[in-house]
């Protein structure tokens, strides 16, 4: 028995991990939003700032991003431990912190 991602890695990105794609990817009030975090983040907080906002834009791009919210707020989302989580983070050479 084997296992398949629920969303399998795509060649390219939907949303490219840059401020020009962050911003391309999400709405007008979203878009200024994202700005205004990032312009006021100290440089040592401009990572997170991206990191959270790259993650914000592709759930906006999701097809199947109505979906998953509405499994979070009822409850029924998939979910996983965080040393799991980390573990793949690890595994796949992602930043952990």
Do not use: K
Not at 26 to 54: I, K, N, Q, S
Not at 71 to 93: C, F, K, N, Q
């Amino acid at each position: 028995m084997t296992a398949q991602p629920i969303h399998p890695h795509e060649s390219e990105q939907r949303v490219p991990r840059n401020a020009d794609g962050i911003a391309a990817a999400l709405d007008g009030p979203r878009r200024m939003e994202f700005y205004r975090e990032l312009l006021a983040a100290a440089p040592e907080e401009a990572e997170g700032v991206l990191r959270h906002w790259w993650c914000e834009a592709m759930l906006d791009t999701d097809p199947n991003g109505d979906l998953l919210v509405a499994a979070a707020i009822d409850g029924t989302l998939p979910i996983t431990s965080m040393a799991d989580a980390v573990r793949r983070r690890r595994e796949a050479g992602l930043p952990v912190e």
